[in-house]
């Protein structure tokens, strides 16, 4: 961390800004003040002209509003048309820089992506693609195809472009709350070879989490959040920052976001693994259970008595659903929740899965209604493939409970 800028003060600049990560990042950077400002866009120049601030970093919908109030650009802000950063200079003006570029460009080389002669889709227009489209161009790229809703080339014709060997979404469709959209359907892009996907908030967004199950290389919005916050701090202090802090606090704010995901057998200890990882790590435990009589006001083993497994599951869904979009929390899950692919995208999108696995001798059938009716030797070998397919890593809680926390909180720091 750069130290001595405690004087100065800036803001993640946006019109809705729910989730963002910002503040956190540039808390790992520098010791500056460094707050939320949600603006509604009437009220935009307003705050340009009155509010104090020594920086900005700008993001959706105002990379491109901020510029007519600024006094000058840098060379790359020009030529890309788009401000991410803003600095108050000496003489109290203000001056606009493009650090997204910079994290772009840092993203593929990342991820060892090549976009050199490859056709590249670009979905959005705004002020987020630009730095996108420059950096393609300066790689290389064949071919830059930018998809809007009603450019010439929109989604209703993207037929014409089904051959894109390269994906970028710069748009904020599939961003939280709203983690299940996608503008397209990746399996009628037979030659495409890689995706990346700008958002950061779900981790894998519902396109990511496509190209995961395709076998397409992806790569989301993190690394390149933070590659830029860098560069923007750089500017903010005048000092440079060596890349390596980059790898360093994207694994920290990683496994802050993350969700730990416990799945496993009824009875074989998720619940009790789970409040102490809670405990031990300051992430908000929830148990699926406990959020399914919250929202329907019954127990799940009193929805199956009186609904059936069927209807059960489908309220279930529901509740997994929501608990998925969560972020930097524990979550236990009912043991029949793998019996539904659908519940796979969203417990993954931001969570390590863990299969917790217990001795059958010390599970129990009480209060169970599925292990009581089906037996519970028959039921772990119908669930075992399940839990398998599903998890990240498979933990034993055999010895105790804080033991099996312990190693699925070494594992979820390692990145695992």
Not at 72 to 82: C, D, K, M, T, V
Not at 83 to 94: A, I
Not at 144 to 165: P, Q
Request: aromatic letters at 8%; one cysteine or more.
């Amino acid at each position: 961390m750069i130290k001595g800028f405690s004087n100065l003060k800036g803001f993640v600049l946006g019109e809705k800004l729910p989730h963002t990560f910002s503040p956190q990042i540039h808390s790992l950077l520098a010791d500056y003040s460094y707050g939320i400002k949600e603006v509604a866009p009437k009220d935009l120049e307003h705050f340009m002209l009155s509010c104090e601030f020594d920086f900005l970093n700008v993001t959706i919908p105002y990379k491109k509003d901020v510029i007519k109030y600024l006094a000058s650009l840098s060379p790359e802000a020009q030529a890309i048309g788009a401000v991410n950063t803003v600095k108050r200079m000496p003489d109290g003006s203000l001056r606009g820089f493009n650090t997204d570029y910079y994290g772009f460009e840092y993203t593929l080389k990342k991820s060892h992506l090549d976009v050199s002669g490859k056709k590249a889709l670009v979905l959005g227009s705004g002020g987020a693609s630009m730095p996108v489209k420059a950096v393609l161009k300066n790689l290389g790229v064949s071919e830059i195809i930018t998809v809007s809703r009603s450019g010439e080339d929109n989604y209703e014709n993207i037929s014409k472009h089904f051959d894109a060997e390269i994906i970028v979404n710069t748009t904020p469709v599939g961003m939280f709350p709203n983690n299940e959209a996608k503008l397209i359907d990746l399996r009628q892009f037979n030659a495409c070879i890689g995706i990346v996907d700008i958002i950061y908030n779900p981790q894998k967004t519902a396109l990511l989490l496509e190209a995961e199950s395709l076998g397409i290389k992806y790569c989301g919005g993190l690394s390149m959040l933070v590659a830029q916050a860098k560069k923007a701090a750089e500017i903010f202090t005048d000092r440079s920052i060596d890349d390596t802090e980059i790898e360093r606090i994207e694994k920290t704010i990683s496994y802050d976001m993350t969700n730990i995901v416990l799945i496993g057998m009824p009875s074989s200890g998720k619940t009790t693994i789970g409040k102490i990882i809670s405990e031990k790590t300051n992430k908000p435990f929830f148990d699926s259970d406990e959020e399914f009589e919250k929202c329907f006001s019954v127990t799940p083993a009193e929805a199956i008595d009186k609904l059936g497994v069927d209807k059960f599951r489908k309220m279930e869904h529901s509740v997994v659903k929501e608990l998925g979009k969560k972020s930097g929390c524990v979550i236990s899950t009912g043991g029949g929740i793998v019996t539904r692919k659908e519940n796979y995208a969203p417990l993954h999108q931001n969570g390590v899965i863990f299969f917790v696995e217990r001795d059958l001798k010390k599970l129990t059938s009480t209060n169970r209604p599925i292990s009581k009716s089906v037996g519970i030797e028959k039921l772990y070998s119908e669930r075992l493939p399940l839990y398998i397919d599903f998890s990240d890593r498979r933990i034993y809680n055999n010895s105790t409970a804080e033991n099996a926390a312990n190693e699925i909180i070494a594992l979820a720091k390692s990145g695992v």
